[in-house]
Antibody, heavy 120, light 109 residues
Framework: QVQLVQSGAEVKKPGASVKVSCKASGYTFTSYYMHWVRQAPGQGLEWMGIINPSGGSTSYAQKFQGRVTMTRDTSTSTVYMELSSLRSEDTAVYYC?????????????WGQGTLVTVSS | DIQMTQSPSSLSASVGDRVTITCQAS??????LNWYQQKPGKAPKLLIYDASNLETGVPSRFSGSGSGTDFTFTISSLQPEDIATYYCQQYDNLPPEVTFGQGTRLEIK
């Protein structure tokens, strides 16, 4: 069965960077796009971007352009999301979510979420 | 960017009630509209994709309709386990773009 297992909670200082991982199993890693979505405490969902694990191509939401980098490691079936220049507003739960072959922009499977806290 | 207006932001209903949530897009999005359920402390769960298709395993009391700019999500008979926040999500493929509605918090009266 499809599983997306994310790395543990992080606490970072303003201005630092954070790198969250999402390890996939139960399917062919390179065949399905992966997204990152975040949710600030008590707030709604916000899409950050998408990565094609096959070739590594990415597309980021305009809001995060220049601050986010999504990468993948096909040898470990893991995707990564790195967010730099952290500020308090980046405190949120970060989710990876997988699309499907014909419906890449539908979030069929989700990771359990990783809480990133930005605090001095 | 496409904006999604979801309403209401919160809703209180009784067990057995019919519940309706709406989402309006700022421009025509065809049927590129999905609905998710999120319970506290959990990741969202896909319920409806492409406006009206029920995800496998999701109870048939959930349904979706609409196209273009106006969409509706319905629970035909509210059950206690349906207490959650519901989100609509629009998408475009080229270039990739996703926008979520603000969410609707559903409570039992």
């Amino acid at each position: 069965q499809v599983q997306l297992v994310q790395s543990g909670a992080e606490v970072k200082k303003p201005g630092a960077s954070v790198k969250v991982s999402c390890k996939a199993s139960g399917y062919t890693f390179t065949s399905y796009y992966m997204h990152w979505v975040r949710q600030a405490p008590g707030q709604g969902l916000e899409w950050m971007g998408i990565i094609n694990p096959s070739g590594g191509s990415t597309s980021y939401a305009q809001k995060f352009q220049g601050r986010v980098t999504m990468t993948r490691d096909t040898s470990t079936s893991t995707v990564y999301m790195e967010l730099s220049s952290l500020r308090s507003e980046d405190t949120a739960v970060y989710y990876c979510a997988r699309g499907d072959v014909d419906t890449a922009m539908v979030f069929w499977y989700w990771g359990q979420g990783t809480l990133v806290t930005v605090s001095s | 960017d496409i904006q999604m207006t979801q309403s209401p932001s919160s809703l209180s209903a009784s067990v057995g009630d019919r519940v309706t949530i709406t989402c309006q897009a700022s421009q025509d999005i065809s049927n590129y509209l999905n609905w998710y359920q999120q319970k506290p402390g959990k990741a969202p769960k896909l319920l409806i994709y492409d406006a009206s298709n029920l995800e496998t395993g999701v109870p048939s009391r959930f349904s979706g309709s609409g196209s273009g700019t106006d969409f509706t999500f319905t629970i035909s008979s509210l059950q206690p386990e349906d207490i959650a926040t519901y989100y609509c999500q629009q998408y475009d493929n080229l270039p990739p773009e996703v926008t979520f509605g603000q969410g609707t918090r559903l409570e039992i009266k």
